[in-house]
């Protein structure tokens, strides 16, 4: 008997000490000193890339390497957020991670199923305003800090020069009424009265135009300031946004009638080539205007390269005209996931790849993403194009903000307005304050019950 | 000779019998691993507030009584699936009888015929729906060209519009008849001749034949299809979420992408339970809606069967 216990007492200690070394959440400085004796490290690191940017997403580490030499990286792609969540789930999770979706960052930070980066900042000494401000709205949730950025993305409004330049348009929209005097100038009808060319498309579910874009560009908040319950029947910029929308349609598609342009655009936009292809409306002359992202630019270099277009910021409403240039931000992102069996070497990767002006001047001209460190901005090895300085000025502008709060309901609240919309849009719903009370108190259902 | 099996030795039995449960034994491996655990594992899970990153606390009928009383998408997609079933399962059987039926007209080349419409039952559930999205594109796909061209000026906007979004989706169904077709048409073969000759001394004309000889002889493979697409339809996910992805002009999948597009038409109930498992991270809640589609599939099909004891005719066996 007494065997059986020592064996069991020594199998416990084992299998504690075991668990104990693999992924302790205290950070231990790690030694960098080139001095230093290490034992060689391997880092795991899983992430969304796949296929060319993969490729070059890979030898980024050869650097890493370099300055660290006892550590290299094994780099899997395609892994999305659900792979990685049931990895950690199941107690087998990577040393580090990448995700493109930052709706989970609530979620991921709250739970902590990305671990809090906080302590690692205080005990490196790292300085977190290498970054501009707009990234620590979407890498934090509930004083938790649990992502960097790693490359992002703005929205801003693409234009067809040519097309301007027929209708007599001198430069871009700045305002949200001049977008709308544009866009009339720009569309074509067909000889049925259907849509041939689209002067702008204000339609939820085409391409980048959503509820969390838009909303940004009206600075409407999602949540109130603590949080605790939904703002899109309470903070008046959402009902603006709808309204404006609803008049866009009316006055540019439907010659003053709402459900005569709704009909017509819910056909057009029923229409749109792909997004990510060579169909997408913008580049083959469908669209005179439209909201996009800044990789539209590396698409357009690649599939149409003689594609007459320039960029601009988000027109603005127009009585926020004085803060024009700014825009939405919102990217990439990584993290140390709970049970990192290494998440102190972890943390050197982490920090490596958040601040390196190298390696983001390489991603950023590689995927056409923009780097996401103040001094990687103004390096001179980023290939700047007229069409991609757009938005690395928008991301430097103070104004800019992140795309949407995070929150501890992932992409519900996303999911629930844009219900919401897409109806308010073909004509549906026809009561404004009772859709945007009622969507308010189906995301504060989910609130309530994500904070049982 | 039972008494000879009451003689048998004791040992002999258990002999015996550890022989048949180690024959057994892979299935009911399987069984208790792979499915009687995951299935309880996910009825407690049910009780719990669960994101898969913490750990599960018990918080009683909470996520059945938010179910049906607080969350409208939950009420959206049992709607949809409701639908999708009610229109889908029975226009399927007709037309895998009819498709069968007219398998059985041509004198040769019967076989080339039945592979030829076997043949859209083989295809990947997600390549068939993108390319029906593309077939049925409102603007450029061939189906509206022809539309029009034949003189309708407002043709559907099939996958890209809320009212007939679903009807793609029971046209996919219908394409892919395949399976369905093969069922039908070994019981079109199975029918006696015989039975079809009595009819006609007795001076049945071709509909009569049909209702009073050929279907209740293939009433056994309709109610087995009845329960089989009953079964499926709640379970609708990979060709329904392909589609709406597909028609939501991308092929990527966002954790914000608008809920079964266009207008929650296409969010069945398989495609909410997994958006909220594995994309919302709400596994309890997940877990709360298997069970409920458990139940109701389970008293569909028992309904299902109880009812059929007074249309399904078994041969020599009258109606069961």
Redesign the interface.
Do not use: H, R
């Given at each position: 008997m007494k065997r059986w216990l020592i064996a069991m007492a020594t199998f416990a200690l084992v299998a504690a000490a075991c668990t104990a070394s693999g992924g302790g959440d205290t950070p231990s400085a790690v030694d960098t000193a080139s001095g230093a004796s290490h034992a060689p490290v391997t880092l795991e690191m899983w992430g969304a890339w796949t296929g060319r940017e993969l490729k070059q997403f890979n030898t980024i580490f050869d650097g890493f390497t370099e300055k660290y030499p006892w550590i290299t990286v094994n780099s899997t792609g395609g892994v999305n957020d659900q792979k990685i969540l049931a990895a950690i789930s199941a107690g087998d999770p990577p040393d580090t991670v990448l995700s493109f979706t930052l709706d989970s960052v609530g979620q991921f930070c709250a739970t902590g199923a990305w671990q809090d980066l906080n302590p690692y900042i205080e005990q490196s000494g790292f300085d977190v305003s290498q970054f501009p401000p707009s990234v620590e709205v979407y890498t934090s949730y509930a004083g938790s800090r649990c992502a960097f950025p790693f490359l992002t993305d703005l929205q801003g409004l693409y234009y067809n020069t040519d097309m301007f330049e027929a209708a007599g348009i001198d430069g871009p929209p700045q305002t949200l009424s001049e977008l709308q005097e544009d866009a009339k100038k720009l569309t074509v009808f067909n000889s049925d009265g259907s849509i041939k060319v689209a002067g702008f498309v204000p339609w939820f579910g085409y391409y980048e135009f959503s509820t969390p874009n838009l909303g940004n560009l009206f600075g409407a908040k999602w949540y109130s300031e603590d949080g605790s319950t939904s703002a899109v029947d309470t903070d008046a910029q959402w009902k603006a946004m709808f309204q404006w929308q609803h008049d866009f349609i009316a006055d540019v598609y439907g010659d003053g009638d709402f459900q005569t342009g709704a009909d017509k655009l819910e056909r057009f936009a029923a229409g749109a080539g792909d997004e990510f292809s060579s169909a997408n409306d913008f580049e083959v002359g469908r669209t005179a205007m439209n909201f996009d992202g800044e990789w539209r630019t590396a698409f357009i270099a690649d599939e149409v390269p003689d594609l007459p277009y320039a960029t601009a910021p988000y027109p603005v409403p127009d009585d926020q005209a004085d803060t024009y240039g700014r825009g939405p931000v919102g990217g990439t992102i990584i993290g140390i996931p709970k049970g990192s069996p290494h998440p102190d070497e972890a943390w050197l990767l982490l920090s490596y790849m958040a601040t390196d002006t190298d390696t983001l001047v390489f991603m950023a001209n590689n995927v056409r993403n923009v780097p996401t460190t103040i001094a990687s901005l103004s390096d001179p090895g980023l290939d700047v194009t007229p069409q991609f300085k757009t938005f690395l000025d928008m991301f430097e502008n103070p104004a800019s903000t992140a795309y949407k709060e995070p929150s501890a309901i992932g992409a519900s609240d996303q999911n629930i307005l844009a219900s919401f919309a897409t109806k308010w849009q073909v004509g549906k719903e026809a009561d404004l304050d009772a859709g945007l009370a009622s969507a308010a108190q189906q995301i504060n259902d989910q609130l309530a019950q994500a904070a049982i | 000779m039972a008494g000879e099996i009451q003689r048998r030795p004791r040992k002999r039995n258990v002999k015996h019998g550890l022989t048949v449960l180690l024959f057994m034994s892979p299935w009911i491996l399987g069984f208790l691993l792979l499915i009687l655990y995951p299935m309880l594992s996910s009825l407690y899970f049910s009780f719990t507030?669960y994101?898969?990153?913490?750990q599960p606390?018990w918080?009683g009928l909470?996520n059945y009584t938010?179910m049906f009383t607080?969350?409208?998408?939950f009420w959206l997609a049992f709607r949809n699936t409701v639908w999708i079933i009610a229109v889908g399962v029975p226009l399927r059987i007709v037309f895998g009888i009819f498709t069968a039926w007219l398998l059985t007209l041509p004198r040769s080349g019967g076989r080339t015929y039945r592979t030829l419409y076997f043949l859209p039952s083989m295809a990947p559930p997600v390549a068939a729906a993108l390319a029906f999205v593309l077939i049925f594109?409102?603007?450029?796909g061939p189906v509206n060209q022809i539309l029009r061209g034949i003189g309708f000026?407002d043709p559907p906007?099939w996958f890209?519009?809320p009212n007939s979004s679903k009807w793609g989706l029971v046209l996919l169904g219908l394409w892919g008849i395949g399976d369905a077709m093969i069922i039908f048409l070994a019981g079109l073969l199975d029918v006696p001749r015989q039975l079809y000759e009595a009819a006609e001394i007795e001076g049945a004309n071709g509909r009569q034949k049909f209702r009073f000889v050929t279907l209740p002889m293939l009433s056994p493979v309709i109610f087995f299809s009845t329960v089989i697409g009953v079964i499926y339809g709640f379970q609708l996910f990979t060709q329904a979420y392909a589609a709406s992805l597909a028609a939501?002009?991308?092929?990527?999948?966002?954790?914000?992408a608008?809920?079964g597009?266009?207008?929650?038409s296409m969010l069945f109930y398989a495609i909410y339970l997994y958006q909220q498992g594995?994309?919302?991270?709400r596994m309890g809640?997940a877990s709360a809606m298997a069970w409920v589609l458990f139940v109701i599939t389970m008293i569909c099909t028992v309904t299902i069967i109880k009812g059929s004891r007074r249309w399904v005719h078994y041969q020599g066996g009258g109606f069961r």
């Open positions: - | 507030k994101s898969l990153l913490e606390v918080i909470e938010f607080k969350d409208p998408f594109n409102p603007e450029y000026n906007l890209y519009g939501s002009g991308s092929t990527v999948t966002d954790a914000a608008n809920l597009d266009p207008q929650g594995f994309q919302d991270f809640y």
